[in-house]
């Protein structure tokens, strides 16, 4: 099992960014996909889950209304579209999945400042 995220990087308060996590080496279409974010001295918090199908996502109420999750199993891909970005969002954010054990990717840097 492989998780790969993109997308990180710097942007400014009330911009936006869009995450990848390419997945390989497990039946993508048939598992929920989560993201998660940690910042230095914090737990690792879950920010968003989306079902095997795509048909049900779950957020945070931190992120809700502003944070997008999807999925292509065509391109066994998960998406997490963050808008309004806020300072307090800068973290590192993981991707993850559930086999039989959780499956972590290496995470991507996301940092909101001016």
């Known amino acids: 099992v492989q998780l790969v995220e993109s997308g990180g990087g710097l942007v400014e308060p009330g911009g936006s960014l869009r995450l990848s996590c390419a997945a390989s080496?497990?039946?993508?279409?048939?598992?929920?996909m989560r993201w998660y974010r940690q910042t230095p001295g914090k737990e690792r918090e879950w920010v968003a889950d989306?079902?095997?199908?795509?048909?049900?996502?779950f957020y945070a109420a931190s992120v809700k209304g502003r944070f997008t999750i999807s999925r292509d199993n065509a391109k066994n891909t998960v998406y997490l579209q963050m808008n309004s970005l806020k300072a307090e969002d800068t973290a590192v954010y993981y991707c993850?999945?559930?086999?039989?054990?959780?499956?972590w990717g290496q995470g991507t840097q996301v940092t909101v400042s001016s």
């Open positions: 993850n999945t559930r086999l039989t054990l959780d499956y």
């Open positions: 989306i079902t095997s199908t795509g048909v049900f996502t």
């Open positions: 080496g497990f039946t993508f279409s048939n598992y929920a």
